[in-house]
């Protein structure tokens, strides 16, 4: 039996952050092993907010790989990979292009608050869940890895492989989100931790930087000096021990009577945090002083990922009388 496909990607924000790696890489990770996987780093979907960022494109979509690796991806079992180096997602798109009715884009909730939120208003951007649909189909992928704000995308996917399937025959597999649960991470000001709202704690900070951004970390408001009882259920700091701090439950009781000060709770979250770190950044820093295995990993992810998405524009083209 041949291993089910899993196709996940992310763009190349940089530094991914706690949220990132809790929430998507460390599953990704955990299914390496099972699946057959593909691990894009989706820099085409970048330029839809970024397209007059390019020049930091390089180190971005770098540091991205790095994180990737130092998370525990294996080049070895699933193939890491940029999606501009392999041309087949943009033909792809371009014939799914054809067949996909505009309101269909149009409906993708995404669409209205974000070109509303940051004023795009370009035809790709409102072709990016298109694009999406392209890099998941161009492998015919079964499972895509996605949190709950994904699934409007997906659904689209599924739509598309019908429809093609309808017009032209069965090339195409509906892939299914693979969902999973995972503690919300909140940022420094108790948000949803997010590179653009500037609250996130890094994979790439070293551990003085993680002290120094956690020693500002929001706590419970009404608890404001050692002494006051606070509320450990609405505390982000509380929410990250929760995650990083095994204990946890020993420091619910001293904070809810305000024997617990804050400063000496975020004591010991740094030091849970620094040490649950320690062996990635390790690595982290070994790849970033070998850049060129680096990129080394990533043109062999591509020349795989070329391999299996080839084989589908073939028959793609047959099927469409293209070849
Ligand atoms: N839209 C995804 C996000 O913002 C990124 C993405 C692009 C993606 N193509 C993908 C995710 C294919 C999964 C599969 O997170």
């Given at each position: 039996?041949?291993k089910?496909?899993?196709?996940?990607g992310?763009?190349?924000t940089?530094?991914?952050?706690?949220?990132?790696?809790?929430?998507?890489?460390?599953?990704?990770?955990?299914?390496?092993?099972?699946?057959?996987?593909?691990?894009c780093?989706?820099?085409?979907?970048?330029?839809t907010?970024?397209?007059?960022?390019?020049?930091?494109?390089?180190?971005?979509?770098?540091?991205?790989a790095?994180?990737?690796?130092?998370?525990g991806?294996?080049?070895?079992k699933?193939?890491i990979?940029?999606q501009?180096?392999?041309k087949?997602?943009?033909?792809?798109?371009?014939?799914?292009?054809m067949?996909?009715?505009?309101?269909?884009?149009?409906?993708?909730?995404?669409y209205?608050?974000?070109?509303?939120?940051?004023?795009?208003?370009?035809?790709?951007?409102?072709g990016?869940?298109?694009?999406?649909?392209?890099d998941?189909?161009?492998?015919r992928?079964?499972?895509?890895?996605?949190?709950?704000?994904?699934?409007?995308?997906?659904e689209?996917?599924?739509?598309?492989?019908?429809?093609?399937?309808?017009?032209?025959?069965?090339v195409f597999?509906?892939?299914?989100?693979?969902l999973t649960?995972?503690?919300?991470?909140?940022?420094i000001?108790?948000?949803?931790?997010?590179?653009?709202?500037?609250n996130?704690?890094?994979?790439?900070?070293?551990?003085?930087?993680?002290g120094?951004?956690?020693k500002?970390?929001?706590t419970d408001?009404?608890?404001?000096?050692?002494?006051?009882?606070?509320?450990p259920?609405?505390?982000?700091?509380?929410?990250?021990?929760?995650?990083?701090?095994?204990?946890?439950?020993a420091?619910?009781?001293p904070?809810?009577?305000?024997?617990?000060?804050?400063?000496?709770?975020?004591?010991?979250?740094?030091?849970?945090?620094?040490?649950a770190?320690?062996?990635?950044?390790?690595?982290?820093?070994e790849?970033?002083?070998?850049p060129?295995?680096?990129?080394?990993?990533?043109?062999?992810g591509?020349?795989?990922?070329?391999r299996?998405a080839?084989?589908t524009?073939?028959?793609?083209?047959?099927?469409?009388?293209?070849?």
């Amino acid at each position: 039996m041949s291993k089910k496909i899993i196709l996940s990607g992310m763009q190349p924000t940089g530094h991914l952050h706690l949220g990132n790696y809790e929430g998507a890489l460390k599953n990704w990770v955990a299914l390496q092993d099972e699946y057959e996987m593909y691990c894009c780093i989706v820099d085409w979907h970048a330029l839809t907010a970024d397209f007059d960022k390019t020049p930091e494109f390089p180190d971005r979509v770098f540091e991205v790989a790095v994180d990737y690796l130092a998370a525990g991806l294996d080049p070895e079992k699933c193939s890491i990979f940029v999606q501009s180096h392999v041309k087949e997602h943009a033909e792809l798109h371009l014939l799914f292009s054809m067949i996909t009715p505009i309101p269909w884009l149009e409906r993708v909730p995404s669409y209205k608050e974000k070109s509303l939120e940051l004023g795009l208003d370009s035809y790709g951007f409102l072709g990016y869940p298109l694009l999406q649909a392209a890099d998941i189909l161009v492998y015919r992928a079964d499972f895509v890895p996605v949190g709950k704000d994904q699934l409007p995308h997906i659904e689209l996917t599924r739509e598309v492989a019908r429809r093609f399937n309808t017009l032209y025959g069965n090339v195409f597999p509906e892939p299914e989100a693979k969902l999973t649960k995972f503690a919300a991470i909140p940022g420094i000001d108790g948000k949803k931790m997010s590179k653009s709202y500037g609250n996130d704690i890094t994979l790439a900070d070293s551990s003085e930087e993680t002290g120094v951004k956690l020693k500002k970390m929001f706590t419970d408001p009404q608890k404001l000096r050692r002494g006051d009882p606070g509320r450990p259920d609405i505390c982000p700091v509380y929410a990250l021990q929760k995650v990083y701090n095994s204990d946890h439950q020993a420091l619910f009781r001293p904070c809810s009577t305000g024997e617990l000060g804050c400063v000496d709770c975020k004591k010991v979250l740094i030091e849970r945090l620094n040490d649950a770190l320690a062996d990635l950044r390790a690595r982290r820093a070994e790849l970033i002083a070998h850049p060129d295995q680096v990129r080394g990993i990533l043109r062999q992810g591509a020349e795989r990922a070329r391999r299996r998405a080839g084989e589908t524009m073939i028959l793609v083209r047959e099927a469409m009388h293209l070849d």
